[in-house]
């Protein structure tokens, strides 16, 4: 479809899936006010061009839930695609810009209820390091509260997919205690960190995704600020408009002093 068309067509697909689980949300504190609500999402996917994943809005689903759902993967990468974003063994970016986006878009906990570590039916050796890193690179960026996918056994000679999981894999299942052990003892040190208003933002622009998916260059710039050691954040169009018709700096634009444009080349005339 033609990119202003498509644009207009994502919205409403983000609209009526985010009011999809504001009216389910609705139901449940109708029968009980106080229980808190959430829905997970694949929000880190966010950045690719498919249709059924551009249906998540992050700004919808943290105004509609008490938690910030989530559900990230953070997984070695198969060696065919370990350098298609630099000498990275693992897709940290995915799982880190999507915390980082959630935590702009609302500061509530994040509880990322379907972690994946291990791909499902994984046959390769997993080092319990590489569980213990990513454990405590997601609580850095915001992750309070995690189950990881799965905890099963699976005794079907690699039929289902609950084969190579974290149950099979001893010293996977040492670093994750340890890092849970860890991550408690020093929550006190992690949650200054977790609570920092972002310092340099990256634009997530819904009308220059649909003319080119900008992946890339979004996670080259990512990357970058990561390594110079920033707190970031991520900032959408609508916010912008809204700062540009109140005047108004509301997170995640509060303590902002950059805001990086990775291959943005369209966006709305209020929020340019």
């Given at each position: 479809?033609?990119a202003?068309?498509?644009v207009?067509?994502?919205?409403?697909?983000?609209e009526m899936?985010?009011?999809?689980?504001r009216?389910?949300a609705?139901i449940?504190h109708?029968i009980?006010?106080e229980i808190?609500?959430?829905?997970k999402?694949m929000?880190?996917?966010e950045l690719?061009t498919?249709?059924?994943?551009y249906?998540?809005?992050v700004?919808?689903f943290?105004?509609?839930s008490?938690?910030?759902?989530?559900?990230?993967?953070?997984?070695p990468?198969?060696p065919q695609n370990?350098?298609?974003?630099?000498?990275?063994?693992?897709?940290w970016?995915?799982?880190e810009i999507?915390f980082d986006?959630?935590?702009s878009?609302?500061e509530?906990?994040?509880f990322?209820?379907?972690?994946?570590?291990?791909r499902?039916?994984?046959?390769?050796?997993?080092?319990?390091?590489?569980?213990?890193?990513?454990?405590?690179?997601q609580?850095?960026?915001g992750?309070s509260?995690t189950t990881?996918w799965?905890?099963e056994?699976?005794?079907d000679?690699?039929?289902?997919?609950?084969?190579?999981l974290?149950?099979?894999?001893?010293?996977c299942l040492?670093a994750?205690?340890h890092?849970?052990l860890d991550l408690?003892?020093?929550?006190?040190r992690?949650?200054?960190?977790?609570n920092q208003e972002?310092?340099v933002?990256?634009?997530y622009s819904l009308?220059?995704r649909a003319w080119?998916?900008?992946i890339?260059?979004?996670?080259?710039?990512?990357?970058?600020?990561?390594?110079l050691?920033?707190?970031?954040?991520?900032?959408?169009?609508?916010?912008?408009a809204?700062?540009?018709?109140?005047?108004k700096?509301?997170?995640?634009?509060?303590?902002?002093?950059?805001?990086v444009l990775p291959?943005v080349?369209?966006?709305?005339d209020?929020a340019r």
């Amino acid at each position: 479809a033609p990119a202003p068309h498509l644009v207009d067509f994502i919205r409403f697909e983000r609209e009526m899936y985010a009011g999809f689980h504001r009216w389910m949300a609705g139901i449940i504190h109708e029968i009980a006010p106080e229980i808190p609500v959430h829905a997970k999402i694949m929000c880190e996917n966010e950045l690719w061009t498919t249709p059924t994943l551009y249906s998540v809005d992050v700004e919808d689903f943290a105004d509609l839930s008490d938690y910030n759902g989530n559900d990230a993967s953070f997984w070695p990468l198969a060696p065919q695609n370990c350098c298609k974003w630099g000498n990275s063994t693992t897709e940290w970016p995915l799982c880190e810009i999507a915390f980082d986006h959630q935590r702009s878009a609302a500061e509530k906990p994040i509880f990322n209820t379907e972690n994946h570590l291990i791909r499902d039916r994984e046959k390769g050796y997993i080092p319990g390091s590489f569980v213990y890193t990513a454990l405590w690179q997601q609580a850095v960026h915001g992750q309070s509260l995690t189950t990881l996918w799965a905890w099963e056994r699976a005794y079907d000679n690699g039929a289902s997919d609950f084969n190579g999981l974290i149950l099979e894999r001893p010293d996977c299942l040492n670093a994750w205690a340890h890092c849970a052990l860890d991550l408690n003892r020093l929550a006190d040190r992690l949650a200054p960190i977790q609570n920092q208003e972002p310092t340099v933002l990256l634009l997530y622009s819904l009308s220059s995704r649909a003319w080119n998916d900008g992946i890339d260059e979004s996670y080259g710039c990512y990357r970058a600020l990561t390594g110079l050691g920033q707190s970031i954040g991520v900032v959408v169009e609508k916010t912008l408009a809204e700062y540009a018709r109140t005047g108004k700096r509301v997170r995640p634009l509060k303590d902002a002093r950059a805001i990086v444009l990775p291959s943005v080349g369209h966006l709305p005339d209020e929020a340019r």
